[in-house]
C-alpha cells in the first residue's frame, strides 16, 4: 500500500535497487506531485514507480487483461501529465489519481463497446500476454474474487479493501458521497457472500467438499 | 473474505520496467513548470460574480420593475437565497471539473436542494394565487431566464475550462443549474408579475430546464469526444 511507502514494496518485492532510489528522494506523493508540478523529471519517475503498481493492479481487477491494464496505465499517465495542474497542495493524491484513473477506465470502456458493436472478431487474442509471475498470480485472484460484482462496486471495493483507501477517499476518486461507498461496500459484501455460499452448498451437493 | 482482499493488497503488484520507462519517456519532453489551479473558494467567487453581473446586466437592460415593487424583506430574502444558492451550486461546480475533489451532493440532490428552496421562498413571500395569462406570460419568463442563464453557463465554463470534468453530464447538470440562477435573479430583478403560481412555476422552472440544458450539452461533448478518439 502507498501509505506504507516503498519500503513495503521493497520488503517483499524484487525492485530493491529502485526502492532504495526512491525514499532517497521522498516517498510522500503529495510532496512529490508538487515537485512534478514544478517540473522536476526525478519527481516525475518517482511518482511513476509509486503509483503506477496501484492503479496497473486497478485496471487488471477491472478488465481481467494484462495487456489492457498495460495501455490504460499509459493512457492514464498520459491524461495526468495534461491535467497535472488540476492538482491542488494540500488535497489527497491518492483519490485525484484514481479520478483520472476512472475516468480512463470509462473512456476505453465505451470505445471498446463501440468498437465491438461496429467490428467482427476475426480470432480470439491471447488475453494475457505477458509471463506470469507470483504476484500477477495473485493480482488474478484478486480479480477472480471480485469479478462476480458490478463495476461499481468492484471498484469500490478494491480501492477500500486492497488499496487501503479511506471511505472519504474512495468517495473522492469516485466523484460520490461516503454514505453512497458505504453502501456500495455493504452490498458488494452481499454479493459476495451469497455467491460463496451459494458456490460452497453447490459444492458441497456434488461431493467435492463435504 | 476481507482477509483475502487485504492479503492481496499487501502483496506487491509488479509493473514491466521497460513500460514505467515508456511513460516517464513519453512525459519527459513536455515536462514544464505548471501554475496549479487557484483554490476552490476564488473559482466558486468568480462564477457567482459571473452569476450576478449576468442577473444585473439582464435587468439594467430590461428595467428594474420586480425589485422596485419587492417591500425589504422580500429583497432581503430572496437575493440572501438566492446568493447561499449560488455559492453552493459554484463549489459543486468547481468540484466537478477538479479530478478526486469532495462532493457534498450529486447532481440530482443539488437540483432538488435549489428547486426547494426556491419554492419555499416563493411560497412564502408570495400569497396572490389569482392567474392571469398563465402560460403565455410564464412561458416568456422561462425563455428570458434561459436567455440570461445560457451566457452565464458559458462564461463559468470558461473559468473552469483548465480543469478536467471527469463525467461531463454530471458537470453540465451542475453548471447549467447553476448558470439557472443567474436567470432567476434577473427574473426576479425585472418582472413585476407577483402572482405566487406564476413565480412558483415558471421562474423556478429556470433552474431544473438550464440544468437539462447543460446536461444535454455534457452529454453531445461526451459523444462528441467518443467519436473523436
Known amino acids: ?210 | 473474505m476481507n482477509d483475502a482482499l487485504e492479503k492481496a493488497g499487501h502483496v506487491p503488484h509488479q509493473v514491466e520496467p521497460a513500460l514505467l520507462d515508456r511513460i516517464s519517456n513519453s512525459i519527459r519532453p513536455s515536462l514544464r513548470p505548471v501554475h496549479p489551479l487557484p483554490p476552490t473558494w476564488v473559482l466558486a467567487s468568480g462564477l457567482v460574480l459571473i452569476c450576478a453581473a449576468l442577473g444585473l446586466a439582464g435587468a439594467a437592460r430590461a428595467g428594474f420593475y420586480g425589485i422596485e415593487r419587492m417591500v425589504l424583506s422580500e429583497r432581503v430574502l430572496i437575493f440572501s437565497t438566492l446568493g447561499i444558492l449560488a455559492w453552493i451550486a459554484a463549489r459543486e461546480f468547481v468540484s466537478e471539473w477538479i479530478p478526486g475533489s469532495r462532493r457534498r451532493f450529486t447532481p440530482s440532490m443539488l437540483l432538488t436542494i435549489l428547486s426547494a428552496a426556491l419554492l419555499t421562498v416563493f411560497a412564502i413571500l408570495f400569497r396572490d394565487y389569482h392567474t392571469n395569462h398563465f402560460v403565455s406570460v410564464g412561458v416568456v419568463c422561462l425563455f428570458t431566464g434561459l436567455l440570461h442563464a445560457i451566457p452565464a453557463g458559458l462564461l463559468g465554463w470558461l473559468v473552469l475550462r483548465k480543469g478536467l470534468a471527469v463525467d461531463s453530464v454530471s458537470a453540465g447538470v451542475v453548471g447549467g443549474a447553476l448558470a439557472g440562477l443567474a436567470g432567476v435573479a434577473m427574473l426576479e430583478l425585472h418582472c413585476p408579475n407577483f402572482e405566487a403560481l406564476h413565480v412558483l412555476f415558471w421562474h423556478t422552472a429556470v433552474v431544473p430546464a438550464s440544468a437539462a440544458l447543460g446536461g444535454a450539452v455534457g452529454l453531445a461533448l461526451r459523444k462528441r469526444s467518443r467519436f473523436s478518439s
Open chain 1, 1 to 210: 500500500m502507498l501509505r506504507d511507502g516503498v519500503q513495503e514494496q521493497n520488503r517483499t518485492g524484487g525492485s530493491l535497487a529502485e526502492g532504495s532510489r526512491l525514499m532517497c528522494l521522498d516517498v510522500n506523493p503529495e510532496r512529490l506531485m508538487v515537485s512534478y508540478q514544478a517540473g522536476d523529471f526525478a519527481a516525475a519517475r518517482a511518482l511513476i514507480e509509486l503509483i503506477s503498481p496501484q492503479l496497473h493492479r486497478f485496471f487488471i481487477v477491472q478488465t481481467r487483461s494484462r495487456v489492457d491494464a498495460d495501455d490504460l496505465l499509459q493512457e492514464t499517465w498520459l491524461r495526468i501529465h495534461k491535467v497535472r495542474h488540476t492538482y491542488r497542495r494540500g488535497e489527497p493524491v491518492l483519490p485525484w489519481f484514481y479520478a483520472i484513473a476512472r475516468h480512463v477506465r470509462i473512456d476505453h470502456y465505451r470505445r471498446v463497446l463501440r468498437t465491438a458493436a461496429r467490428e467482427q472478431r476475426l480470432e480470439e487474442v491471447p488475453r494475457q500476454a505477458a509471463q506470469p509471475s507470483r504476484e500477477s498470480d495473485h493480482t488474478d485472484e484478486l480479480a477472480l474474487i471480485l469479478a462476480p460484482l458490478p463495476e461499481s462496486q468492484r471498484e469500490v471495493l478494491e480501492m477500500l479493501k486492497v488499496e487501503g483507501m479511506s471511505l472519504e477517499e474512495v468517495a473522492r476518486a469516485t466523484s460520490s458521497s461516503v454514505g453512497s461507498v458505504k453502501q456500495k461496500v455493504h452490498r458488494a459484501y452481499e454479493n459476495l457472500r451469497k455467491r460463496m455460499s451459494a458456490t460452497g452448498l453447490r459444492r458441497g451437493q456434488s461431493g467435492v467438499l463435504p
